[in-house]
Each structure stands twice: as structure tokens, then as C-alpha cells.
């Protein structure tokens, strides 16, 4: 067996190097691959058995794992999995002498970087160690930026957060006090003016905050406030809220829901922000006198929810962009409606994070309609059974 225990000088001489374990019961086969890899620079450690191996990957987190398929005890397969859980980033190669297509496809299902079937020529070692070593660097390069780009999206909430929507918040309360007259009187001409520039400033507070919401919505975050949802009492919240605005916008509002016992896993805020940013959508670009239809129903293991108005419509060549960002339809007759484009996209991000999908389906000056899909689970939160629905 080969002696992997190192001095106190040899130790220092590996640091900074790609540490490889090679995990076989073979000695032949240990033996071998150290003096291969270590006559390349790499910092080789060996173990007999997958027992003792999985002890040293957590011990020394060895950048790239050789790992044998048949061993006594811990199979090659088990060893995977365990080191997919330690760290997915550990690039394990599989090495046998029973290499089948099947065998292949299981270890690459187990995370698996590659295959090396035995007997292999050192340089086979070579080059297949070279390019797990670098897929691994690519794989932690990857994760760093992640952290970075997340670690500036936090920080970007931050500035948003306090020197953006605060010093707005301050001027917005400010031009409140000017017009009550506490600071002395207005002629009506300022007047004016000044709530024009309360109007801009509402509007501006709505785009930080619906980028906010944008920046926050995580599909995690919301799981861990799940609970089973009543989907037309939510919807039932939502056009309550949404009345005034309907209104002033001389729109009727009509309600078709599914006498349903079955509810959604979801959270019930996320949902009701989705669906009040649909519905507010209907009303402001509808007709005058026109209706919004919001409606229940149910398609084998989902609950639909739509929202359907007789508004103005939008053209196919805009409908694959609605979704975007900051999109917004710009025709004569959206002039007069003011918003952020986010509100669509902050829709579809709650929707998917509930595993669910939206759809649309529109027509100019015919009106649209949004599908919400929505999986169905009993009051006790698991999937419930496909059952039929008829609408009241």
C-alpha cells in the first residue's frame, strides 16, 4: 500500500496544488495513478475501499475523485451520491474494468464527470484529469460570480431602498404640508403645479417599488411561507381592493368561481400582489363601460384562474414581449395609463416560483384574457385528486 502520510516540509510543498484522491482496491491500480499524477504536480492521497474514502473527502475536500466502481463494501455508485452531497463540486471520474453503457449512463445520473475504463494509458490519466480539474475551476469561477452578482443585487436593493425611495418618500410628505397651507399660503397656480409634481413623484415611487418587488421575489423565500391558499378568497381580497379603481375607470367587475373544495400551496401576499397586478391591468386598459371577468375553474390536477376583460387588446407582434421588463405597449390608447412595466413580470415570477404558468391569449380591441395554472392540493397540502368543477 502506498504511503500517503507527508512531513511537515512535503505538506507545505503541495499547498496551493490540485489535490486528487484515487479511491480503488486494486494497489496495482493506486500505485499507478500516483506516479502518473504526481509526476505532473498534483497532490495525490489513495484509499482501499469507499468507506475510508468517503472519510478522506471530507477530511482533505479533494478537488477531483477517482473512483472505482467495483469495491467491497461501499459501492462506487453509493460513493457518488455521498460526494455529490458533500461538495457538487468535487469532479469525480469513474474508473472500472466492467464499463457497460448502462453502468455509464447510472454514474452520469450520479454526477459523474467522465468514464475511464480499465486498463487506461497514463496519458488517458493525463488528459482526463486535465480536463476534470478544469471543469472544476470553471464550475467554482461560475459560483463566485454568482455570489458577486448576488452580493450587488443586495446591495443595489440597499441603495434603492435608503437613498432612492426614502429622499422621495420626504419630498412627496413635504409637498403634503405645502398644500394643507402649513407653510404658509399657496396661490392656486402653485397649487397646481405642486400636485402635478406629487403625481411624478407617485409615479416614480411606483417604479422603486415595483423594482424592489422584482428584486426580492425569490422562488425559496416564498416557499418557506407555503400553506394551502383559497384561491377565490384571495381573488375575492383582490377585486375588493381593486373596486375604486374600477370606478373611476367606469368598469364593471364580475366574478365566475368554481365551487371547488380543492386549494393551492402557495403564499397567499405573493399571490394576491400576482393577481392584483393582472387585474389592475384589465381595468386601466379596458373601455369605458367595459368588464373584467374574473373567473375559477379546474383542469385536472390544476386550478385555473382567469382574468378576462373587454378591453383594448394587444397585437401579436407586442404579445411575446409582455413579459419583458420595463415593456410596455405604446399606442394612442395607452397614453393615458401610467405604470412601470414590471407589473407582468412580477406576476409571472410569483406564478413560476408556485410551479405554476400563466398564459394569454388577445386580441386588438377585442380584449384579453389571462390563464393562471395553478396545482391543486387538498386542505392538508398534498396534491389532490383531478375532479370535475362546474362553474356557479
Not at 134 to 162: D, G, Y
Not at 296 to 322: C, M, P, R, W, Y
Request: with cysteine; proline share 4%; charged share 30%.
Amino acid at each position: 500500500m502506498r504511503d500517503n502520510y507527508k512531513t511537515a516540509d512535503q505538506q507545505n510543498m503541495t499547498e496551493g496544488k490540485d489535490t486528487i484522491l484515487v479511491i480503488d482496491d486494486e494497489k496495482a491500480v493506486l500505485d499507478c495513478c500516483c506516479q502518473v499524477l504526481d509526476k505532473n504536480g498534483y497532490r495525490t492521497e489513495t484509499s482501499e475501499d469507499g468507506v475510508s474514502g468517503l472519510q478522506k473527502i471530507r477530511e482533505i475536500k479533494p478537488d477531483l475523485v477517482l473512483v472505482d466502481l467495483k469495491m467491497p463494501g461501499m459501492s462506487g455508485m453509493e460513493l457518488l451520491e455521498k460526494i455529490r452531497d458533500i461538495d457538487p463540486n468535487i469532479v469525480a471520474v469513474v474508473i472500472t474494468g466492467y464499463a457497460t453503457i448502462e453502468s455509464a449512463v447510472e454514474a452520469m445520473k450520479r454526477n459523474a464527470y467522465d468514464f475511464l475504463p480499465k486498463p487506461f494509458t497514463p496519458d488517458q490519466l493525463r488528459i482526463v484529469t486535465r480536463r476534470g480539474l478544469e471543469r472544476r475551476r470553471l464550475a467554482l469561477k461560475s459560483a463566485r460570480l454568482q455570489q458577486e452578482k448576488e452580493k450587488m443585487r443586495e446591495n443595489f436593493i440597499t441603495l434603492v431602498s435608503h437613498q432612492l425611495r426614502s429622499p422621495l418618500v420626504s419630498i412627496r410628505q413635504y409637498f403634503e404640508v405645502i398644500l394643507e397651507g402649513f407653510a404658509g399660503e399657496v396661490a392656486s397656480k402653485q397649487k397646481e403645479m405642486i400636485k402635478e409634481a406629487s403625481k411624478r413623484i407617485d409615479e416614480l415611487l411606483k417604479l422603486v417599488n415595483d423594482w424592489l418587488n422584482m428584486s426580492r421575489i425569490e422562488a425559496d423565500n416564498l416557499v418557506e411561507k407555503f400553506e394551502p391558499v383559497a384561491l377565490p378568497a384571495v381573488l375575492s381580497e383582490t377585486i375588493e381592493l381593486l373596486k375604486p379603481l374600477a370606478e373611476v375607470r367606469k368598469v364593471t367587475l364580475e366574478t365566475d368561481f368554481c365551487d371547488s373544495p380543492s386549494v393551492v400551496q402557495g403564499n397567499k401576499e405573493a399571490l394576491k400582489q400576482a393577481f392584483t397586478n393582472l387585474v389592475s391591468n384589465a381595468i386601466n386598459y379596458n373601455i369605458e363601460g367595459g368588464t373584467v371577468t374574473v373567473s375559477t375553474k379546474e383542469e385536472h390536477n390544476h386550478l385555473v384562474a382567469e382574468v378576462s376583460d373587454t378591453g383594448i387588446g394587444i397585437s401579436q407582434e407586442n404579445l411575446h414581449f409582455i413579459f419583458d421588463e420595463f415593456f410596455r405597449v405604446k399606442t394612442k390608447e395607452t397614453r393615458g395609463v401610467t405604470g412601470s412595466g414590471l407589473g407582468l413580470p412580477i406576476a409571472k415570477r410569483i406564478i413560476e416560483a408556485h410551479n405554476g404558468s400563466i398564459k394569454v391569449v388577445s386580441r386588438p380591441y377585442k380584449g384579453t384574457t389571462f390563464a393562471i395554472l395553478l396545482p391543486k392540493v387538498d386542505l392538508r397540502g398534498t396534491p389532490a385528486k383531478s375532479t370535475s368543477c362546474a362553474t356557479t
